[in-house]
C-alpha cells in the first residue's frame, strides 16, 4: 500500500493498514502531515486573534495574577506579544510532536521487551505516527471554525473543537481542570482505538492485553494531571 491507501485502510481496515505496516514500518507520511497541519492553524490562530482580548482572557481566571501589585500585572502584560506567541507555539508545536511520539514509541519498546514482542523502536515509532493521525481531523475543523469565524476574538479552545471541554464542559480558559479537559477529544479517543488495534495485530494477543498496554501510561498521566488540576 501507499501512504493515500494506508491512510484509507485505517478509517475502513485498520488491522490491514497495521499488517502492511508491520511488513513496512515508516512514519514520515503521518507525522508530517500532523505536525504541518497543527503548526498551521497553531500559527494561523496567533496572527489573528486580538491580541489585547488576549491578554484578558488568559489572565481572567490566574489567581496568582490578581494576587500581584498592579506594577507586577502591568508587566506580566507586557510579556505577552503576538510575535513571541507566534513563534513559540509554532516552533514548540513542530519540535514538541515528535518528541511526544518518540517518547510513546520508546515506552511501547520497553513494554514490548518485557512481553516478548520482537519489534524495534522503528515500528514503535511508525504505529505512534500512524495511530495519531486522527489529530488531523481536529486540525481540519480548527480550521474551519477560524476561517469562517466573523471575529478576531476567538477562544483558544478553537484550537481544540473536539475536545470534551470544548465539546460538552465549557470552561473557561485558566480555569482547574481547563487545559485536562481540552485534551481529551474525539480524535484522541480515535488514536487510542488505533493503538489498541495496531498492538493487538502486531502482538497476535488479546484485547485485553492490548488495552492494557495503551491505556496504562495515560491513566497514570492523566489522574497525576487531575490530581495537581482540581487539589
Known sequence: MNNLELTVALATAPSTAFAE??????????LL???????????????????EWFKDLLFSNDSRFKEMGEDQRAAAMAMVNRTPLLWSSAVGTFIGIPIAFALEALYL??????????????????????????????????????FLSDTSQVSPGALQPLSLNELLLHRPMGSPGQALFESLSIPTFLSFVLMIIGIRVWSQRS????????????????ACWAFFAFR
Do not use: C
Open 21 to 30: 505496516l508491520r511488513e513496512r514500518p515508516r512514519f514520515w507520511f503521518p
Open 109 to 146: 519498546l520497553v513494554a514490548a521487551k518485557v512481553t516478548k514482542i520482537q519489534l524495534g523502536f522503528r515500528h514503535w515509532f511508525a504505529l505512534a505516527s500512524w495511530s495519531s493521525l486522527p489529530l488531523v481531523l481536529g486540525n481540519v475543523v480548527a480550521a474551519i471554525l477560524l
Open 33 to 51: 502531515l500532523i505536525v504541518l497541519t497543527t503548526v498551521g492553524v497553531v500559527y494561523w490562530y496567533y496572527s489573528m486573534v486580538d491580541i
Open 207 to 222: 484485547w485485553a492485553f492490548s488495552t492494557t498496554v495503551v491505556a496504562l501510561p495515560w491513566v497514570v498521566i492523566y
